[in-house]
């Protein structure tokens, strides 16, 4: 019994001696992701600052409508003239 257990355990070994790598697995690297949620975490910021600056546009837009009866006021009125020096 001990020589069947001692064979399939270096059986094990020396599989594993042939199939190892010592390449850095990617999800073992702490670096990389913290990298990755400083990435995330910008595109996150720029998607919010163009979501902001599209309502801001919008809320311009809005502001700039006139209100019913404004448009035929202004066009009654004469055009605004800048003096000249």
């Known amino acids: 019994m001990f ?6 355990y270096i059986i094990g070994i020396v599989i594993f001696g ?5 390449d850095l697995q990617p999800w073992a690297n702490p670096d ?7 990435k995330e975490k ?3 910021d720029e998607e ?3 979501e902001q600056q599209d309502k801001q546009d919008e ?3 809005d502001e700039e ?5 404004q448009e035929e006021a202004k066009k009654d009125e004469p055009p605004d003239e ?3 020096e």
């Open 65 to 69: 409508k006139p209100v019913e009866g």
């Open 59 to 61: 809320e311009k837009k």
């Open 42 to 44: 910008k595109d996150g």
């Open 48 to 50: 919010k600052a163009a």
């Open 32 to 38: 990389a992701d913290k990298k990755e949620d400083e």
């Open 18 to 22: 042939l199939l190892v790598s010592g």
């Open 82 to 84: 800048k003096p000249t």
């Open 3 to 8: 020589w069947i257990t001692a064979v399939v």
